[in-house]
Structure formats: C-alpha cells, structure tokens
C-alpha cells in the first residue's frame, strides 16, 4: 500500500515538471542505512497497440565488460496504472511483463532496489551518501531506447547535494537524450564537496565525496592541465560540460569512463605521498582521455549497446590499454613525470609483460575478444594462459607511436591516429571503425603497411625488436639480469599454501599444484618462501612435502635459472641528430 501512494505522488510529480519523455524515473532513498532505492519508473503506452509493455534491467555497464545480472538486485515489483493493479510477471533473468488493458495511458512500475557495493561498475546507498550506477538502478524499454529519459531524484532528508553530467531541468530533476546517455551518466548524492572550474572555457565539476587530505588549488590545478594536456591530442573537446566523481575511500578501485563523465574510486591517504598522487593523476588522465578513446573513438561494436548480452570486440588493447599509454604519457607532458623516471617505469612495465607467460599464449586481440569471461574472471592459471589487454595495449600503444614517429622522421605520431579516427568515424560517419579501418589508419599515417606489425604484435604474439626499436631513438636496451645468476623455483606462496606456479617452471615440472600447503623443506619446518630461498643457488635440491587433499605428498625441486627478464632502457653517450629528433618528439622534450 506504501508503494501505491509513493507511486502516485512520483507520478503528479513527474508530470508537473516534466512531460514529453516517454518513460520517467523517480528515486527516492528514505531509509539510505537499508541500501535500498525506491524506483517508479512510469510508462507513456497511449501510442501502444499491444496489451502489454516489456522492462528490462541492463545485465552489464559499458566500460566493464563482465556480465553482472543487475537484475538480481530488483525486489518488490509491481504495477499499476491510476489506481488499478496491473498484472506483471518476470518472463526471462531481466526482464519484466506488464499488462495492460486498451485505452491506458501510463504504467507505473515501483520497485526496489538493493545497492551496497561500492565500486565505479555498482550502486552504492548508506547513510553516508548514495551513488547510481543507471545500468544497475534503472529498468528501461527497448523501443523507447532512441527517446528522451527524465530522471527526478528526492534524496535522502540529509542529503543536500546532487551531482551528475545529465541535462538539469530544474531542481533535483534530469533530461537524458536517450537511454545510451542515461546509462552513461552516473549520479552522486550527498554531501560532498563540489568544486567548479573551467578547461579551455568548458565547464568541469569535481564531485569530491569522502575525507582526504588534499591540497583543493594545487588539485584543481593540476586536474586542469592534465585536462587541456589530454585535449591537445585530438585538438578538439566534443563536451560542453563534464564531471569528476571522485570517491575517496580505505582502498580504491579504479575509475569507469563514461560520455560526459567519469567516477574514479581512490584510496584516501594517495593525496599524502608523490607516488601516490601522481597514481591518482595518473587514473584520472587515462579516465578522461576515454571521453576521446572508446567514448567517440571507438569500436565499432561498442555502441549503440546491446545491454542484455556481451558486445564483442578484438581492440580493447587499443580502447583501454592505449587510454593507459596516454595516460603515461600526458603525465609526462605536463612535467608531473620527468623523462628518466618514464624511462625507469617503461623498461618495467615491459618486463612485467614479457614475464607474464599468457602474453607468449595469447595475443592482444584475442584478450580483448575474451574480457568477457578471461579479464574479470581471472583464476590460478590465468598468468598462464592469458594477458592483460590494459597492460598489452599500452606496451603496445608505446611501440606503435615510436613506429610511426621512426617512420614518418619525428613528422607524425600516434596522436596523428587519433585525430584521424576522430574526424573520419566520429565527425564524418557518426560510428565505430572495424578491425580493417583501425589498421588503415596506422598505414595512412604512418605512410607504410601496418599490416605486418598487426600480424605479429596484435593478432600475433610476437614480441617487438625492442632493441632495435629503441636504438633508431638513441637508447639501449638491456636486461639487467642477463649474466646474473639468480634462483628461481617459480611459484607464490601465502599462508603456507601455494597460490600460483609458472608454467614451465621448477614448480610446475617437479608435480607441485595451487593448493598444496608447504609442511617441510628438506626436512625443515616451512616458515616461508623467503627464509627457504635466502641461500639458496641455482642447481640445488629442494625436497617439500605438502598436504594435498587431507594427505602428505613429497616432491623432489631443481632449483632453476631465473627466466625473468628486467629491462633497462638508457640513453646512449653520443645520439646523432636523427635519433634527437625522434626522441624530441617522443618524449615531448621541447
């Protein structure tokens, strides 16, 4: 009975201040400690020559590509219109039948909605704040999907705040142009700190929710020129408005990008140490770079959205791990980070690659094809069998642009790529490229065949001629580790139990599985890895016995070579002018 006279009054509500949308959306949070909002998302079906109307609750959130069956969180669904109950009934996972009889007007649905996962892909509602996720909130009706959505949101008695990048229209109240802009818009609510600025006369928000000790001018400042940094890529700002929600929690989580927007999960005590602000830095450039890349330079697979199933594509090494790249490298364009320290970071994040085993098993597209059962459902034999496509793609990103500026003698780079696909697909065509245009795009700019790189370093697994590349810029290429004679037994440990083996390694020939709790050593007590390795050389004889499956095992271990590899990358004493030119373009040393 509650729901019905909540129903009512969201309806006179939403048709007092608004009234050409054909579906509405009212949220309310009276009791924010339950984790729950109350939704009546009402329905124009006067136009409707069926007797009934489908609502769906999307089962994934772009930018996240995991099926999370949102629709598991729904409860107490009902319908009516007017006064009337109407008959509705769950037909699939997510989806919800309403009837209704000819000559109705509106459908009224109410419905609850459980949110207590904190994280940039959920809804979140506690007695603090409350944060929506639409995908995760919101039912929608395909064939309304190209029409506007009116939002209106009644918070919580104590919250006294609203921040989203959807169109205000008065009070608490939202327009969206269609349900892809909806989904795309998230929404803090409470009482977080809003600080307004502009980039390039653009207005920006930062919705700053959670205690953090940070230093707001110097912050806003340095978000400003990451912001015109990222903008002079492309050349061009497609937004006239856009928001930073920014949740400063223990431990962050990372950031999800989004049209007008982004949401970015952070550890509160980062703003307090260099490396730990420049991590935020770093999350928020690669968050608003999207707003170029995968949010108008994108895939053509990813939009329009297919909410209910898996949208594949083979370029989110090139969506997500370049956005990583860029975001490297605008923090060296702005001079957050020197060259040197790039350097150091570049000659380990490649080692982190290289000494991944799946990125010699899988390559860059196909990682990408697979996020939606590898990526976020990672076990112990993922480092294995598979490669991040974050970490991929911006190893990749980096070597691609030196291909290009080697290639073009410092005239071009991989921001020439950019500006292509930007203007070509998003301003001209108003869609995605495919696999062949994305490839194209490289030998136009280029001015030679990208087609042999893509075989053997995106649908390949080959590595890059490191060296080589890297010598035409002037710098070295070693492995520190080369001539070192380093012991390697190839497993983690936590707790006594073995986590994770490298395939290939002494562990793994020796028998050794994850989930074989270590007893003894060569007769010894186990007290850990590190203890156990302390004097250890190359060659020797480990004997462990283990506990497998409730019984004592005993495997003999030959202590191996390392095959890990760390890179260095270091200039040489004496570059010729070419190789000081390309480097002044790599490295934006002007």
Known sequence: MFFKKLGLLALLFLGFHLSAAPIKHYIQMPFPHSHYFE???????????GKFIDLKMASWTPGSYLIREFAKNVEQISALSGNVDLPISKISKNTWRVSFQPGTKTVQVNYQVYAFELSVRTSFLDDVHGYINPASVLLYVDKFSKQPHEISIV???????????????GGFNYVAKDLDELIDSPIEIGNHQVWNFKVNNIPHQIAFFGQAKVDSLKFIADVTKMAETAQQVVGQHPCDHYVFIIHNIQRGTGGLEHLYSTTCSVSR???????????????????YFHLWNVKRIRP????????????????LWFSEGITSYYADLINLRTKMVSPDSYLNDLGKEISAVENTPG????SAASSSWDAWIKYYRPNENSRNSTVSYYD?????????????????SGAKSLDDVFKLLYTAYYLKLGRGFTDAELENAFTTVAGTSATGFFKDHIYGVKSPDYAGIFAK????????????????????????????????????????NVGDEIIQVNQADFTGLDKVMADKKVGDLLTLKVKRDGLDRTFELKV???????????PIASPNDSQLNLRKKWLALN
């Open 39 to 49: 939704v009546t998302t009402t329905v124009d079906v006067s136009q409707e020559k």
């Open 473 to 512: 810029f002037g710098y070295t290429w070693t492995d520190v580790n080369q001539g070192k004679s380093i012991p390697f037994v190839g497993l983690s440990v936590a707790n006594n139990r073995i986590t994770s083996i490298y395939k290939a390694g002494p562990a793994y020939l020796a028998g050794l």
């Open 300 to 315: 053509i697979a990813l939009g329009p959205f297919d909410y209910e199933n898996e949208n594949y594509t083979h370029n």
């Open 155 to 169: 918070p919580y008695k104590d919250f006294k705040k609203v921040s989203t990048a959807l169109k205000n229209v």
């Open 392 to 408: 991929k793609g911006a190893l990749l990103g980096g070597i691609l642009n030196m291909w290009i500026i080697q290639h073009t």
């Open 560 to 570: 191996l070579q390392t095959p890990m590899k760390a890179y260095e990358v270091q």
């Open 269 to 287: 005590s980062a703003y307090e140490t260099p490396g730990g602000y420049q991590g935020v830095m770093n999350l928020l450039a690669h968050e």
């Open 359 to 362: 990125a010699h098993v899988e």
